[in-house]
């Protein structure tokens, strides 16, 4: 009977051990497509934000000049007659006449540098990156308040990727043979750039 008995018992262990890796590689994959939306808006923004001393990632700056004939005399004049010129059908914020050569208009995303005399206009402004600055509005967590609880539900989601990640195949093909040596790798590499930086 003990014969008997010892391999039934190891068969049931074995079964019950092949259960629970289909399990996990089901909840992976489903927590991997529900993270996608936000592993796109996290991935984008954070090489956009990553370089964000090479350039603006929520604004593109213009700058453009442009010669007109026959502005008129007078601050309010000269800038009603640019702005209509120019396509801009906004009111400026405020008009600031430094000399008769140099009146300055201020409007919610340009500013405008008239020069009557010349018929010179230097126009300078910034457009949004609407996608992307949406996007790093996201990342950064300006909104807080709600964003607060999705961003720590994402968090969450990427532990559960990434430990999963590791227990999803057996034998040499897992965690201990290629797969452990990759995650040794990809827990080194921050390691060793704090260390060879210098660190915070």
Known sequence: MASHTEPTTRGQSGRRRRKWRPLVRQLHRDTGYLAVGLTLVYAISGLAVNHIADWDPNFQHLEKQHRLTGIPVGDEAAVAFVAEELGIDEAPNDVFAYSKDRIVANYEQRTLTINPSSGMVLEKGQSPRLLLRLMNWLHLNRGKK???YFADGYAIMLVF???????MLSGRRGLIGRGGILVAIGIA???LYVHYSGGP
């Not at 990727?161 to 227990?167: C, E, H, I, V």
């Open 161 to 167: 990727l990434a430990l999963s990640g590791m227990f």
């Open 146 to 148: 709600a964003w607060t």
């Open 189 to 191: 590499l921050p390691l």
